[in-house]
């Protein structure tokens, strides 16, 4: 079962792999040719014909032995480094249409030793490993048919031996396999510990806990080490089994043979003969044993790679680019959410509405549901209960390309990403024209920024480039979010402070977009709520009043304390 999946990573390649795997025959078959035609040009001194035919023949084989292994050897490669390259393409292209829900649960780090570690096991269990195993297995049943017919007895009684030691070869592949599973979740987990320390570096560095992230990091490691041990040990102890086959079977057909000899029945040359195929036998076992392991090592790997792959995506539909631009509404109908079954539910029957255009705050609490409101819009996560309508259709009606692209989200942290500030401007709409994209940074008051870089657009920001301040990099994802002309706008506002002059900039910023499109945004500043249209706020998974700021401030005391307190007013 495992092994035919693991097979369908070949097939695409077999033409190939099967020609790789004739050229290696008959380079082998070539370097065999050699001795015997070596001879011939000995004999062809010795006075007995002409030595041009041998020569020639000798060199026609050292020639085509040469090119015909070395094109063998490269096609065997190249269908090595072809099956690498499928498996990881496949496995970047799940990655990245996961449901958010579930990249939640899984840790960047072992994601990444899954692409890189993983797909590179698989190559040499799937090239070398299957070809030798097959040349081995033919090697095999040829040496044993040439035994056969030695002798029947000393047949069986070799056989007998190598299907005992065999079936305790065969009992210590599992045992590799765990062990190797073992050692790739132990490699990955240290690439998950490594991602954390250096996600978060600066506060690794002024907490003083390199030594403890060191450690952890070592602990995995060394985990890796001691699973490593364990396939090295299961691997020799198989070794061992298949030497000491061989030499039982050998004691055994000397003790019989020789028995038979004694007797009469068997010759003494046929013995001989016997005992040195007998000697034959171990090279080709030795090779599908460690086809064997390969072959475990390639499960381990496969099993890995396949947890990823049979995780549920999103459908690839192709975006449609909606010529649609007026703004849309929302409205939340008693929607019931939690982020799994075992969680606690954020949203406990929430509804509220928001018309087309305008300016819309979410207020409340800390942990009041105000992010998820967001996730839901976007179909990060799809709730469990209720109805969410965006511009007059069910969301559960929209493909998800179209939805996404009539809505424009900016995080609370708004990240940036390495690149140039061009890069990440145009990132959610590629297409966008010189004109559109100096508007948009006009309206996001990024002029200043863009003439204060020193390579101006083309400055590269984010990670090894010019760092952002907050404000400057909510204003960049603002900018990057209007790009894409959203019908929606969700802005989850940066809970950091900003300085009097960004706060007033991001006011403006957000009044001006409110004039052409909705805005939904999560304020965390009493100024964005004082220009509000309308403002939502939520309690403990639910919404308790709706309003204008002057509304709230008299007739909702939750909303009366927030403004005293969370928007800093006396
Ligand atoms: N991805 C997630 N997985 C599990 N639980 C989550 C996830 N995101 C948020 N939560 C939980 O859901 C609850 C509501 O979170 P949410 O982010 O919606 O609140 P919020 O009102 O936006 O709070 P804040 O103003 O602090 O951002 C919190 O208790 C939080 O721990």
């Known amino acids: 079962m495992m092994i035919k999946e693991l097979l369908a990573y070949v097939r695409p390649h077999r033409k190939v792999l099967l020609v790789g795997g004739v050229l290696s025959l008959i380079g082998s078959a070539a370097g065999l040719s050699m001795p015997l035609l070596?001879?011939?040009?000995?004999?062809?001194?010795?006075?007995?014909?002409?030595?041009?035919?041998?020569?020639?023949?000798?060199?026609?084989?050292?020639?085509?032995?040469?090119?015909?292994?070395?094109?063998?050897?490269?096609?065997?490669?190249?269908?090595?480094?072809?099956?690498?390259?499928?498996?990881?393409?496949?496995?970047?292209?799940?990655?990245?249409?996961?449901?958010?829900?579930?990249?939640?649960?899984?840790?960047?780090?072992?994601?990444?030793?899954?692409?890189?570690?993983?797909?590179?096991?698989?190559?040499?269990?799937?090239?070398?490993?299957?070809?030798?195993?097959?040349?081995?297995?033919?090697?095999?049943?040829?040496?044993?048919?040439?035994?056969?017919?030695?002798?029947?007895?000393?047949?069986?009684?070799?056989?007998?031996?190598?299907?005992?030691?065999?079936?305790?070869?065969?009992?210590?592949?599992?045992?590799?396999?765990?062990?190797?599973?073992?050692?790739?979740?132990?490699?990955?987990?240290?690439?998950?510990?490594?991602?954390?320390?250096?996600?978060?570096?600066?506060?690794?560095?002024?907490?003083?806990?390199?030594?403890?992230?060191?450690?952890?990091?070592?602990?995995?490691?060394?985990?890796?080490?001691?699973?490593?041990?364990?396939v090295a040990g299961w691997t020799s102890l198989a070794g061992v089994a298949t030497w000491m086959a061989v030499q039982i079977a050998f004691l055994c057909v000397l003790a019989v043979g020789g028995a038979r000899v004694a007797s009469g029945t068997l010759e003494v040359s046929s013995l001989i003969a016997f005992l040195l195929y007998l000697f034959y036998l171990v090279p080709p076992i030795g090779q599908l044993v460690q086809g064997g392991v390969q072959l475990q090592q390639g499960l381990a790997a496969m099993k890995r790679i396949k947890e990823i792959e049979e995780l549920p995506a999103e459908p690839a539909e192709p975006v449609v680019v909606a010529g649609a631009v007026e703004p849309i509404g929302v409205t939340f109908q008693d929607v019931v959410f939690r982020y799994g079954e075992d969680r606690p539910l954020v949203h406990d029957g929430v509804s509220f509405e928001v018309p087309p255009g305008g300016l819309t705050a979410l207020v409340g609490p800390s942990g009041a549901g105000k992010s998820t409101v967001f996730g839901l819009l976007e179909r990060f996560y799809e709730q469990q209960d209720g109805k969410i309508v965006i511009g007059g259709r069910d969301i559960r009606d929209w493909p998800i390309g179209e939805l996404r692209a009539a809505l424009g989200y900016v995080e609370q942290d708004a990240p940036v990403l390495a690149g140039s500030l061009r890069e990440n401007l145009l990132f959610a709409a590629q297409d966008a024209t010189e004109e559109e994209l100096r508007r948009a940074?006009?309206?996001?008051?990024?002029?200043?920024?863009?003439?204060?870089?020193?390579?101006?657009?083309?400055?590269?920001?984010?990670?090894?480039?010019?760092?952002?301040?907050?404000?400057?990099?909510?204003?960049?994802?603002?900018?990057?979010?209007?790009l894409r002309k959203p019908r929606l706008l969700l802005l989850d506002e940066a809970t950091s402070q900003l300085d009097a002059v960004n706060e007033m900039r991001l006011r403006e910023v957000i009044a001006e977009v409110a004039t052409e499109t909705t805005v939904l945004v999560i304020a965390h500043r009493l100024s964005t709520v004082t220009n509000a249209d309308r403002i939502v706020v939520m309690e403990a998974g639910s919404v308790r009043a709706v309003g204008t700021h002057d509304e709230l401030v008299g007739a909702d005391s939750l909303y009366r304390e927030l403004a005293a307190t969370q928007f800093l007013v006396s």
């Not at 070395?70 to 996961?98: F, H, K, N, P, Q």
């Not at 510990?193 to 070592?218: F, H, M, N, P």
């Not at 200043?448 to 404000?471: M, N, W, Y």
């Open 38 to 230: 070596a001879k011939y040009v000995v004999d062809a001194f010795g006075g007995a014909g002409s030595m041009a035919g041998p020569l020639l023949g000798l060199t026609a084989a050292v020639l085509i032995g040469a090119v015909v292994s070395a094109g063998g050897s490269y096609l065997m490669e190249r269908t090595g480094e072809g099956i690498v390259l499928g498996a990881r393409r496949r496995l970047v292209d799940r990655m990245l249409r996961l449901r958010v829900a579930d990249v939640d649960r899984l840790k960047p780090g072992d994601l990444l030793s899954r692409v890189t570690g993983d797909t590179t096991l698989l190559r040499s269990v799937l090239t070398n490993g299957i070809v030798e195993s097959v040349g081995a297995a033919f090697m095999l049943v040829g040496a044993i048919i040439m035994m056969a017919a030695m002798d029947g007895v000393l047949l069986l009684i070799t056989l007998l031996v190598i299907v005992v030691i065999g079936g305790l070869v065969a009992l210590i592949m599992p045992k590799i396999q765990r062990a190797q599973s073992q050692a790739q979740e132990a490699v990955g987990e240290m690439g998950a510990v490594l991602d954390r320390a250096l996600q978060a570096y600066r506060t690794v560095k002024a907490s003083g806990a390199e030594e403890r992230e060191i450690a952890v990091v070592g602990d995995a490691a060394v985990r890796a080490r001691d699973r490593g041990l364990q």
């Open 441 to 482: 940074i006009a309206r996001t008051r990024l002029d200043d920024l863009v003439g204060r870089l020193p390579e101006g657009l083309e400055t590269a920001v984010g990670h090894r480039g010019v760092l952002l301040s907050g404000g400057e990099r909510q204003r960049v994802a603002i900018a990057r979010a209007l």
